[in-house]
Structures are given as structure tokens and as C-alpha cells.
């Protein structure tokens, strides 16, 4: 029976929201990361030392995306969305109260867990509530909510930075997490239909009443392990926090010695800590082993380390100066043969993480196109605050500001394509707004020394591109999830949002080689004796290539884009 559309807006309401707090995470770090590399004990001349806390988040979100979205096609969606809440409130919690920064970084990989696995799970919600001539307006507004968290985080972040110090961000995510998990788990008791519309799910446990009908000594099982968890965290949160009452004290403080220089996790509690948790794993092993044994665990771990050697291979260099990072040079090998083992199993694996036939025809066009829409993306994102910087202003919050009009319209132009993927179909859609994109950054390619100063038709590209660039998002999205099977629309959807981060991560890196190279074949042309102003002009020469390759990549997406269909396909379906 179809569910009554009420309950199940309200699910996708709760699901959008927990989406967006996890997009406005990925951006907020930038306005605190000087404040967080001092409470880790860094100075502001270490900034190289703190790229993990960046490169970290990245990594969590990115690399285990497949995995995820596998699980989502094995299990109920919505314990998807319980246990990625759950990872990125830990996440959070454990980011918050870090004072070193090994343990600040694995919160940050934690909540890129949690956070990343949000989005497919949410879209592939979509496509078992919806439809498929109707999901293209609740994508759009996920789509859309998505984007505007990523307006909102810095704002609300800079808000809380002036009242408070960087560690109340964090753990104003733990009280949303919690309220959020909350939502979900009273909004979905009443939005999912009865039987899940995959026939290879399994959902062990999805409410209360199916418990029931479990045999006695697995719930005996899961009930440990819950608590063996809840005691494990509350332990390593006591352990990170290490209260002065308890640490000063002569018999209560003995099991916050530390077993290794100045540590706090490797002290007593903390490994009764970790322990608790391992037990509570074993514990759970029997429920879940079954259903892990058949996401292909070797081959999530192969693209989990090409996925990651990839991120931290880019995201880790300075794109100012540098292409690939200072691990470069051995982590692109070791992603290179993990790659290629990764291709070899998955042709003779019975079972392969990504089932064979999942990504093929439209739904392969709409990776390529999601990773040129990453690639114009990180353009304007990257290079039109550094643009501001160098020709408006040196200080870097105003010049950031300047992004703002193109960040309110991506999550307009989301909702509106959403709204005209159902009407015209995904092509035409997507062709549009990307040539849009693509016309608008060509015109910001022309930018020079003074364009930011005429606010007006600034303003107007930027909110054009960024129309362009969210109209884009739903019907990408949408043409992916159609030619995917129910049983891989979650995997469907993750394979979506890899692409669009990789192309961002990997087209910041070869947009900013080619813009090197015209800033240095302008140094070398340069007359006489070179001043800084002729420096600054070969700056902005180099900004201006990057800007152009971005409109590259969004006019090939639109030409792409032609070919994922129309309205006649829209009817079809």
C-alpha cells in the first residue's frame, strides 16, 4: 500500500536537514582552523601540520561512500540514516573535546563518515518513496537544502566564533545529531512502506514489533553489545575530557596516567575505553556479519584506498603553489595498484561491491557529467574569493563573502531543477543550466583588476552561474537513480556524489597546474624590472585560466547532458 504522502515529506524533511548540517560541517572548519590548530597545540606557522583536520573530513566522506551505499541497498534506508547520525555525532563529540591531533583528525574522518553517508542514503530514499516520474522535486529540494546548508555553516559558524570558542561548533552538531536521530526515528516508523522495495534486503531489527520475533539469544547478543558500546563511549568521552576533579586526584587519578607521552587515549580508561568498544563489535558480529559478507569487504577496502590516496594526494597541496601533495609521490602508486588489483576482483568476485551492470549507459553518462559539474564547481568556490583577495581586499572573511551570491543561488536553482526534471525530463535540464554555468564563467574568465568593484554585474554572473550549477544537481541525480535497480539505488546514489567530490578534489589540482603554468609563462614575459603589481596581474591571469577550464568543464557537462534524456523518457518512465 502506497504510504500517505504526509509522514513521508515529513521523513524527507528530517533526512534533508541532517544533509545539510553535514555540508555546512565540510565549510565551517575553514573559518576555525587557526583556532583549532591552537587548542591541538599548533601555531599558525604549522598550517601544513593541520591539513588532516581538512583532508580528514574529506577522506571519511569520500572513501567509504560505495561501502555505504551498498549497505543501504542491503538494509532498511532508514537505519542508514540512524547509524550515519550516530557515527557523526560521535564524530563530533570526540572532534570537540580533542586536545591533540591524531585524536582531532579521527573525529573529523568520523564525522566525514557519518556525514557523507547521509546523502545516498537520503537519495535513495527518495527513489523507494517516490515514483520515478516524480522523484525529480524531492531531489531538487535535497538537493537544494544541501547546498544551502553549505551557505549557512560558515555563517553560523562565524556567529559562534564570535560569542563562543570553536569547540561550541562542535558540539552544537551533537545536539543537533541527537535531535535529528530522534526525528528520523519517529518520522520513519510512519513514512516507510510496509515491505522494502528491494527483494535482496535484509532488515534485521527495524522496529520494535520485528523484534519480537527474533529468537531470544540474538537480542540477548545486540543488547550487550548496545551496552558494551554506550559504555565504551561514555568512558572514552570521561577519558578525552579528562575532568581536573578526577585527574588531580591521587586515587582517582591513576587511570589517567598516560601509557605514552602526553596522550589521553592511550592512559588506562581510554584503553578500557577501546576495549569496550571491540567487545561491543564482537558482540554484534553474528547480526551483521551476514549481510557484510555480502558487500564485498575486499573490494570496499581496495576503493576505499584508491579513493583515499586520491584525496590525499590533492587535498593536501597547496593549490597556490603545488599540485600534488607531499605524499604525493607515494600514495598515487599505491591508489594506482590498489585500482587495478580493485578492477581484477571485481571481474571475478561473485559478489562485487558495485554489482555488475549497476553503472552503465545513463546512469555512467550522469557519473561524468556529476564529476565536470565537481570540477566547475571547485572553480568558482576556489578562485573567485581568491580573485577578491587579490584585487578587493586582504582580508579573507570579506573576500569569502564575495562567494555568497553564488552560493544563495546553487540551492535555488537545485530546487528549480527539481521542479523541471518532472516537467521536461533530466537532459534538457541539465544541458541548460550547465551551459548557463559554462556562458557564466567564460564571462568570469574576463574578470580583471577592478570587475569586483561594479557590484551589479558581478552579482549577476555569479548568481547565473550558481543557478546554472544547481540546476544541474536533480536531474544528474535523478537520471542515475532511473537506470539503477531498486535493490542499487543506494550505491547509485554514493557513485553520484564520488564522482562530483572527485572531480572537485582532482580538478582543483589540474585547473591550478594549468593556471601555474600561465602565471609563470606571464612572469617570464614580463618587461624590465618585474613590481608587484606586474605580479599581481599574473595572478589574476592564472585565476582567469582556472575560471576558464571550470566553463570547460561545465559546457562539456552540458553537451554531456544532452544525452541523459528528455520529456518523452521522463513519460516513459
Known amino acids: 500500500m502506497t504510504p500517505d504522502p504526509t509522514p513521508r515529506r515529513a521523513l524527507l524533511t528530517v533526512a534533508s536537514v541532517a544533509v545539510a548540517l553535514a555540508a555546512a560541517d565540510t565549510y565551517v572548519v575553514v573559518l576555525a582552523l587557526t583556532d583549532m590548530m591552537a587548542g591541538v597545540g599548533l601555531g599558525i606557522e604549522a598550517l601544513q601540520e593541520a591539513t588532516p583536520i581538512i583532508s580528514g573530513f574529506l577522506l571519511g566522506y569520500i572513501a567509504m561512500l560505495p561501502l555505504i551505499g551498498r549497505l543501504s541497498d542491503l538494509l532498511d534506508r532508514q537505519r542508514i540514516l540512524l547509524a550515519c547520525l550516530a557515527i557523526f555525532v560521535v564524530g563530533s563529540a570526540v572532534t570537540a573535546l580533542a586536545v591533540d591531533l591524531p585524536v582531532l583528525v579521527s573525529g573529523r574522518v568520523l564525522q566525514g563518515i557519518g556525514g557523507g553517508g547521509l546523502v545516498p542514503a537520503t537519495l535513495a530514499l527518495v527513489a523507494d518513496l517516490w515514483p520515478a516520474d516524480r522523484r525529480g522535486t524531492p531531489l531538487g529540494v535535497v538537493g537544494a537544502v544541501q547546498e544551502l546548508g553549505s551557505v549557512l555553516g560558515p555563517l553560523l559558524g562565524a556567529a559562534i566564533l564570535a560569542w563562543s570558542g570553536w569547540r561550541t561548533i562542535f558540539w552544537a552538531n551533537v545536539v543537533a545529531g541527537i535531535l535529528l536521530y530522534a526525528a528520523v526515528l519517529v518520522s520513519g516508523r510512519r513514512s516507510l512502506p510496509a515491505t522494502p522495495p ?51 586526584d591521587v586515587t582517582l587519578g591513576i587511570p589517567f596516567i598516560p601509557l605514552v607521552e602526553e596522550s589521553r587515549v592511550l592512559t588506562p580508561i581510554g584503553v578500557a575505553a577501546l576495549s569496550l568498544l571491540v567487545f561491543a563489535a564482537v558482540a554484534a558480529a553474528p547480526r551483521w556479519w551476514p549481510v557484510l559478507r ?65 553503472v552503465h549507459g545513463r546512469g555512467m553518462r550522469a557519473q561524468v557529467v556529476s564529476f565536470l559539474v565537481g570540477a566547475a564547481l571547485v572553480a568558482v568556490v576556489v578562485d573567485v574569493p581568491l580573485l577578491a583577495r587579490l584585487t578587493l581586499t586582504q582580508d579573507e572573511t570579506r573576500a569569502a563573502l564575495v562567494l555568497v551570491r553564488f552560493l544563495l543561488a546553487v540551492p535555488v536553482g537545485a530546487l528549480h531543477g527539481g ?49 546554472g550549477i544547481g540546476l544541474a544537481i536533480a536531474p544528474v541525480n535523478d537520471a542515475a537513480l532511473a537506470d539503477a535497480a531498486p535493490s542499487a539505488h543506494g550505491l547509485a546514489s554514493s557513485l553520484v556524489v564520488v564522482a562530483r567530490m572527485v572531480g572537485m578534489v582532482v580538478g582543483l589540482a589540474l585547473l591550478t597546474s594549468v593556471g601555474l603554468n600561465r602565471y609563470y609563462e606571464t612572469v617570464r614575459h614580463l618587461p624590465g624590472p618585474i613590481d608587484t603589481d606586474a605580479l599581481l596581474g599574473a595572478a589574476v591571469v592564472q585565476v582567469q585560466t582556472v575560471l576558464l577550464g571550470g566553463a570547460v568543464a561545465a559546457l562539456l557537462g552540458a553537451a554531456l547532458s544532452l544525452t541523459l534524456g528528455g520529456k518523452a523518457r521522463a513519460r516513459a518512465r
Open 419 to 467: 521542479l523541471g526534471t518532472r516537467r521536461v525530463g533530466d537532459g534538457p535540464v541539465a544541458a541548460t543550466g550547465l551551459a548557463l554555468a559554462g556562458v557564466g564563467m567564460v564571462a568570469m574568465s574576463r574578470w580583471g583588476m577592478h570587475s569586483l568593484d561594479d557590484i551589479v554585474p558581478t552579482t549577476l554572473v555569479l548568481v547565473v552561474v550558481g543557478l
Open 294 to 358: 555480502r558487500v564485498d569487504l575486499f573490494g570496499a577496502l581496495l576503493v576505499a584506498i584508491a579513493l583515499g590516496a586520491l584525496v590525499l594526494t590533492f587535498s593536501s597541496a597547496d593549490p597556490e603553489r603545488e599540485i600534488i601533495g607531499p605524499l604525493g609521490v607515494v600514495l598515487l602508486p599505491v591508489g594506482a595498484i590498489a585500482l587495478v588489483v580493485l578492477v581484477i576482483w571485481h571481474r571475478r568476485a561473485r559478489n562485487p561491491l558495485v554489482p555488475r551492470g549497476v
Open 198 to 248: 528491494s527483494s535482496e534486503r535484509s532488515v534485521p531489527e527495524a522496529s520494535p514489533s520485528s523484534e519480537q520475533s527474533v529468537p531470544a539469544a540474538p537480542r540477548v547478543a545486540a543488547l550487550v553489545s548496545r551496552v558494551l558500546a554506550a559504555l565504551g563511549l561514555l568512558l572514552g568521552g570521561v577519558a578525552l575530557a579528562a575532568p581536573d576533579r578526577l585527574v588531580t
